[in-house]
């Protein structure tokens, strides 16, 4: 038994470690992505446009997830790799750039103890193994989306559609469902943000939510199974319904000003995963 929990400790400690140098990584992705695709968006419409050469003086410097360096965005002055260990460097630099003394966004730190804190959960959750290690990266990755969709009113293809064909990959073993509950869930999340949004368009002539929705939706349903569905929904709207309030009554928020539906999609697909069997059973019982 000591030797077991040693184990657990060991392994969530180093998903905990993991999840600070992910975290690390998702604050370029939530920053980077997006400009790449509106880059790409600009290219794409310069091509179609007739305009898709360009001067050898106006060719644009690499900008991906790799490059160029992470620098402050107040003085240039690139970030080294001392200034750029997890939440460390944020409180030995008192959230301050070093040359400038320009404030550091507090999100950065924040978001790399989020993931940390989400793969300590994951491992106390499932326990040492591959079923620990998947919910981890399906946590991470919702953290991501949702900070995205927050920012930007995006949900990238690049990020959901690898989302759902790893969760059926991962259920081709039955790590979190059987794999005809996971293909059935699958179709069943995308149809159903799919209705709702057709069903809204045609009575109001608006848009109630984007497509990256029903993807997120099918998603989630690929590793939780179709089973899940119906507590992701009902939780998701509860929350938003209740922010989305709050938002109009406190905040002064807009009531046309469109509110992004994925954070709560996310953040109800994390509750699932963790006690989705015991919430289904408060309501099916």
């Known amino acids: 038994m000591t030797s077991l929990l040693l184990r657990a400790d060991f392994f969530g400690g180093m998903l905990g470690v993991l999840g600070l140098m992910v975290g690390s990584f998702l604050n370029v992705v939530i920053y980077r992505l997006p400009k790449m695709m509106e880059a790409a968006w600009r290219a794409q419409y310069a091509e179609t446009q007739g305009d898709a050469g360009k001067g050898e003086d106006e060719v644009e410097p690499a900008f991906n997830l790799a490059k160029p360096r992470s ?24 959230g301050k750039c070093r040359v400038c003394r320009a404030p550091i966004s507090p999100r950065y730190p924040l978001i790399e103890l989020a993931a940390a804190l989400l ?20 946590l991470w990755t919702l953290l991501a989306l949702a900070v995205i ?8 293809d690049v990020i959901t559609l690898p989302l759902l064909w790893g969760g059926l990959l991962l259920n ?22 799919w209705s709702v949004y057709w069903l809204f368009k045609l009575v ?19 590793w939780l199974g179709w089973i899940m569905l119906p507590a992701i929904v009902l939780i998701s709207s509860l929350v938003g319904a209740l922010v989305g309030i709050a938002l109009i009554l406190f905040a002064r928020h807009g009531r046309h000003i469109p509110i992004p539906f994925g954070p709560y999609l996310a953040a109800a697909g994390m509750i699932a995963l963790f006690w989705g069997e015991e919430i289904n059973r408060l309501y099916l019982g």
């Open 119 to 138: 793969g300590l959960a994951a491992a106390w959750r499932f326990g040492p193994g591959v079923q620990a290690a998947a919910a981890a990266a399906l």
């Open 172 to 193: 081709l073993s039955g790590q979190f469902v059987p794999l005809s509950q996971a293909v059935v869930g699958a179709m069943a999340g995308y149809l159903a943000l």
């Open 204 to 222: 109001t002539g608006k848009e109630g939510m984007g497509y990256g929705d029903f993807k997120l939706l099918a998603a989630l349903g690929a």
């Open 149 to 156: 969709d927050l920012d930007t009113q995006l949900l990238p």
């Open 71 to 94: 620098r402050c965005p107040h003085c240039g002055h690139p970030i080294s790799a001392l200034e750029n260990i997890p939440v460390l460097s944020y409180l030995c630099l008192r």
